[in-house]
């Protein structure tokens, strides 16, 4: 079993900044791929950023040139730093990764950017 915990969650005024970070944990045999996700009140869980093992990001276009992605490979943690926060990013962050064909999912954090 995979655990994971997401921190750093909170409530910001646009243009703030916050830094999430999210530890796996339990039977952990090889992590190749780490993600974070969001999900709006009434909306679908979308994909934010991921990071490889390898180093290699990739960002949704919405938050492109804000947020940053990064890993400690030794720590099994990944961390989302998000600048300049907009109201639209208002959501429940989670972060995820998939061993042995699952999803595995954080608790969620979340975030609140006021207007």
């Known amino acids: 079993q995979v655990q994971l915990v997401e921190s750093g969650g909170g409530l910001v005024p646009t243009g703030g900044s916050l830094s999430l970070s999210c530890a796996a944990s339990?039977?952990?045999?090889?992590?190749?791929?780490m993600y974070w996700f969001r999900q709006a009140p009434g909306k679908q869980r979308d994909s934010v950023a991921f990071?490889?093992?390898?180093?290699?990001?990739n960002y949704a276009d919405s938050v492109k040139g804000r947020f940053s992605i990064s890993r400690d490979n030794a720590k099994n943690t990944v961390y989302l730093q998000m600048n300049n926060l907009k109201p639209e990013d208002t959501a429940v962050y989670y972060c995820?990764?998939?061993?042995?064909?699952?999803?595995?999912w954080g608790q969620g954090t979340q975030v609140t950017v006021s207007s």
């Open positions: 995820g990764l998939v061993q042995g064909g699952r999803w595995y």
């Open positions: 339990g039977s952990i045999f090889s992590i190749n791929t």
């Open positions: 990071a490889t093992s390898g180093g290699s990001t």
